[in-house]
Each structure stands twice: as structure tokens, then as C-alpha cells.
């Protein structure tokens, strides 16, 4: 199955747009030291970052360094609890699905790190070994406007790809298998897919040269609003509930994933207004979906969620496909399997609430 | 694993890299650029 001629050209046309959203935050320090006539670089200082931060985040460095080592993994599993007591998950955590939400949430754990640090710690020094913290002159504001759009861009790129170019689309097929939302699902995604996240290796790349400070409190701040979008708890709900809260709504639905925006991307339909698993595509900024008109906004939830053309495949087969081959007859991941279920169509503009 | 599925695992992670390369070189060429442009 080809790529549809309309999705190419928008795809050109949105990586072109991408080469000015990535020039950004270089553009703002240019004129940031412009104007002030500062040269960090020509007087280097440890540690600049930690010096040219907020007062207030040395307060917070260390909260932000427990969420990032075991406070995100205990967050998910309380809310995953409260989920369940809830009921949340309406009778469809089946065996097949609980045991495909479990290996995606621990092997991860224990198989990525180990990928990340012979990556940080031996390649980049044995390929850039001159380059280390090269850039540590760069001001707390201007690594934190760099590293938010370059890890979170970078996502939205990886995460459409997978959607719109059909050879693609298996490697990123289990995350949106699952029946419904929540934290049982939040991890649940093919490994392939997983180890080869391409921001992983960018924002580690952009640590080594300097960066890891701001890094600390982007990447902490983008799991914990992208874990809560996956949540069957709409935190979103009241915003659009009570009138006074509705302007706060209309700027926080449009610059970061909700429930409602997220939800609507793990939709099993887009037949009701609502759903739109062909776009939505935005981790921690929904601004990207703004932008490339990839966006529906309604306010609203779906009342189902997953593929239509799911056979519950064998863990090992969703979880390590094409490794590993379903045996289920006209499954995706099976060897004589299609490529894609449904065709892949354009994504609708943009919609306003 | 069938040659098809090499086929497919090889050009999924060239997309990968390239999806890693494009960013890291404007940013990184860009933040190698501001010493030159900004000459005090």
C-alpha cells in the first residue's frame, strides 16, 4: 500500500513548516543575547543553566528528580488503581489485554535504560567526543524553550509517521488496540517502537551536549501531561463545564494534550464528529495539531475506543511484532497479514469548540 | 523472521534516524551559529 499523494504533500508541507518551529527557540536566543549584549559562551560558567534558572526550581530539582526516577511509576500505578475502582474499565480488561498492558509496562522498564545509557555514555562520546556539554552557556529559559519543542516535535513527527505511512503503521498498531483508556494502556506499545522513539535519542543527544538541566523539568513535565491524557479520570471535564473556567479551556485544549483531545486520537470511529484517530496526534503540546490543521477540538469523548479491525492478538505478537508473527487468521500482525486494516485518509481541519 | 520484514524493520528505523538527524542538525547547527553571528 502506497502513500496517499494528498498525505505526502501535507506531510512536505508540515516538515517544511517543522524547519522554522525547530529555528525557533535559536532565533529568540539570537535575539535574546542581541539585545542584552550577553556572550556566556565567551566566559563559560559551570553549570550555567543552574545559574540562570528560577530561584524556585532549586526547590522544586529535587521533586522533579524523584517523579523522573520512581514517582511517574508510582503515579501511574495509584491512578491505575483509582481507575479500576472506578470501574473505568467496564469489564474489558480481558486476560489477552492485561497481560499485553503488563509486559508493555515493565519490560520497557528494564530493556530501555540500559539501550539510553550505552547510547549517552559510550556512542556520542566515541562519535563526538569534543562536543560534550558544548553548549552549556545556553541560559535555563532558552534550554527549556529548546528542549520542549525539540523532544515534543520530534514525538509528533515519529507519532504521525506511524500513522500516515502504511508500512509504519504496525509498529505502533498495539498502542491503539486497546479497548479503552487509562494507565493500563498508557505504556502499551510495540518494543521496535519504543527503542527506536526517536526523541529518546535527541533529547539524550542534546543532555550530552549540555542541556540536562532544563531537560530535568521538560521531560517531567511532558510525562506527567501525557500520562493524564491517557487517563480514564478527565482532569479536563470542569473546564468545559463551568463558564467561567471556558477561557482557560480554549487556551489549554489548544496548546496541551486533554483527555478529550487524546481520547478522541484512540477513538475506534471518527463516524460520530468526535473521534479522529487520523489526527490529534500531539504528546505534550496539542499546538502542533493547531498548527498543521491535524487538530479536532470538541470538547466531547468517545463512547468507544481502540481499531475495528482488532482480533486481540497474542501479547508476544502486539508486543514484538514482526519479530513475532500472530496466529490469528487475517490479524495485521499475522505473516500473511495487510498492511493496514483501513485505508489511510487525509485529516480534517481543524475544528473549532 | 522473512526477508520482507527485514525490508520493513530497516527502512522503519531509517525513519527513525532521519526523524533524529533533521532536528539535531538545525539545532545544533543553529546554537554553533549564534557565536558567529553575535560578534561583541
Known amino acids: 500500500m502506497a502513500l496517499d499523494q494528498s498525505a505526502a504533500k501535507k506531510i512536505t508541507r508540515d516538515a517544511l513548516i517543522s524547519v522554522i518551529l525547530y529555528a525557533l527557540p535559536v532565533i529568540a536566543l539570537v535575539v535574546w543575547f542581541t539585545y542584552t549584549g550577553e556572550t556566556p559562551w565567551k566566559n563559560p560558567v559551570k553549570d550555567y543553566a543552574h545559574v540562570s534558572a528560577p530561584a524556585f526550581l532549586t526547590f522544586l530539582e529535587p521533586v522533579f528528580k524523584n517523579l523522573k526516577s520512581w514517582g511517574f511509576i508510582a503515579l501511574a500505578l495509584g491512578l491505575g488503581v483509582l481507575e479500576f475502582a472506578l470501574g473505568l474499565y467496564d469489564n474489558k480488561w480481558t486476560p489477552t489485554e492485561r497481560k499485553i498492558d503488563i509486559v508493555c509496562f515493565l519490560a520497557p522498564k528494564f530493556l530501555v535504560p540500559p539501550v539510553v545509557a550505552y547510547f549517552s555514555l559510550t556512542l556520542l562520546p566515541t562519535l563526538l567526543p569534543s562536543y560534550a556539554n558544548v553548549f552549556s552557556w545556553v541560559p535555563f529559559w532558552g534550554g527549556f524553550f529548546l528542549i520542549a519543542v525539540a523532544d515534543d516535535l520530534t514525538q509528533y513527527w515519529y507519532h504521525r509517521l506511524h500513522h500516515q505511512i502504511p508500512f509504519m503503521w504496525r509498529f505502533h498498531r498495539t498502542h491503539h488496540s486497546a479497548p479503552y483508556m487509562g494507565m493500563a494502556m498508557a505504556s502499551r506499545q510495540n518494543f521496535i517502537y519504543t527503542i527506536f522513539f526517536s526523541q529518546t535519542y535527541l533529547t ?4 550530552y551536549l549540555g542541556l540536562g538541566y532544563p531537560a530535568l523539568f521538560v521531560t517531567a513535565i511532558k510525562s506527567l501531561i501525557t500520562m ?48 479522529n484517530y487520523k489526527g490529534n496526534f500531539g504528546n505534550m503540546f496539542f499546538l502542533w495539531d493547531v498548527i498543521f490543521g491535524t487538530g479536532l477540538i470538541t470538547r466531547q469523548y468517545p463512547t468507544s475506543y481502540g481499531i475495528k479491525f482488532y482480533k486481540e492478538e497474542e501479547w508476544y505478537a502486539q508486543f514484538l511484532w514482526p519479530l513475532f508473527k500472530s496466529k490469528k487468521e487475517g490479524s495485521e500482525l499475522s505473516a500473511d497479514g495487510p498492511e493496514v486494516g483501513d485505508e489511510v485518509e487525509a485529516t480534517p481541519e481543524l475544528i473549532n469548540a | 523472521m522473512a526477508t520482507q520484514d527485514v525490508k520493513i524493520l530497516a527502512k522503519k528505523i531509517g525513519v527513525s534516524i532521519l526523524v533524529y538527524a533533521i532536528p539535531l542538525a538545525i539545532l545544533g547547527g543553529g546554537l554553533s551559529l549564534i557565536k558567529l553571528l553575535i560578534i561583541k
Open chain 1, 204 to 207: 539524550a543527544t542534546l543532555i
Open chain 1, 228 to 275: 493524564t491524557a491517557h487517563s480514564s479520570i478527565a482532569w479536563d471535564k470542569p473546564f468545559y463545564k463551568y463558564r467561567i473556567l471556558h477561557p482557560i479551556a480554549w487556551v489549554l485544549e489548544r496548546l496541551i494534550s486533554t483527555p478529550a483531545t487524546h481520547h478522541a486520537h484512540h477513538a475506534d470511529s471518527a463516524d460520530d464528529g468526535i473521534g
